[in-house]
């Protein structure tokens, strides 16, 4: 899982609570990513951010709010707002170098809202 | 926009056998593709990838891949297959330099049977 940390592993909510799930990289990436995990769908974006300060909404950003204040860290805050938020969510980070390009994601957090 | 797709869900193959997980995609212009694998309730581990040159790409634990252009593929390949193997398989696309939008398949789960 690389120099990606999310925290907690696993994570329980009530339902119209907010929750914030924390992603940290020591990878010196310009580039953070929140991804969402449902079974037979893949991975969906839910927001992404290309340097500090900015973030651009992925395909499935209602219900999800994010900052990136610092290089290392790309907290994700679920919102009482989302209509099914329990998933596997994953955070990762890439670097562009010339024609080289890596995304190394974290362990991942299990969300499980009742 | 880009998307890939994954037309296995399952793929069972014996132990020492080889295996192929089957990968297709559209993209405008030039494709950066990646192999990812996953293990339960863990992050995406990346395996291989094809952005220029040889066609035929060599990964981590003998995994290797194919880029045929004509056929819009980028099948993942073991010349023999291990029970330890078995795990979910991921296959993404990007369309091209500095571009944050990768897509992935919605993945192939492979089972290695002793």
């Known amino acids: 899982d690389g120099g990606i940390t999310q925290s907690p592993k696993y994570l329980f909510r009530k339902e119209g609570q907010n929750v914030t799930l924390s992603c940290e990289q020591n990878l010196n990436h310009d580039a953070m990513y929140w991804y969402r995990q449902d079974p037979g769908q893949g991975l969906r974006l839910i927001y992404y951010s290309q340097i500090v300060n900015d973030f651009q909404k992925g395909d499935i950003a209602e219900g999800y709010s994010v900052s990136r204040e610092k290089k290392e860290s790309f907290p994700l805050t679920v919102t009482s707002a989302q209509k099914n938020p329990t998933a596997f969510y994953l955070c990762?980070?890439?670097?562009?170098?010339?024609?080289?390009?890596?995304?190394?994601f974290g362990p991942g957090t299990r969300l499980t809202v009742t | 926009a880009q998307s890939v797709a994954q037309p296995e869900d399952q793929v069972n193959v014996a132990e020492g056998n080889p295996l192929t997980v089957k990968c297709t995609y559209s993209v405008s212009g030039n494709p950066y593709l990646f192999w990812y694998v996953q293990y339960p309730n863990r992050g995406l581990q990346f395996l291989l990838k094809y952005i220029t040159g040889d066609n035929l790409v060599k990964g981590s634990y003998g995994f290797e891949a194919e880029f045929n252009k004509s056929q819009t593929s980028f099948h993942l390949k073991k010349p023999s297959a291990l029970v330890s193997d078995s795990a979910l398989y991921f296959c993404a696309v990007r369309a091209g330099y500095n571009n944050n939008d990768m897509r992935f398949g919605a993945g192939t789960r492979l089972t290695v049977k002793p």
């Open positions: 990762a980070s890439s670097i562009e170098r010339g024609l080289t390009y890596e995304q190394y």
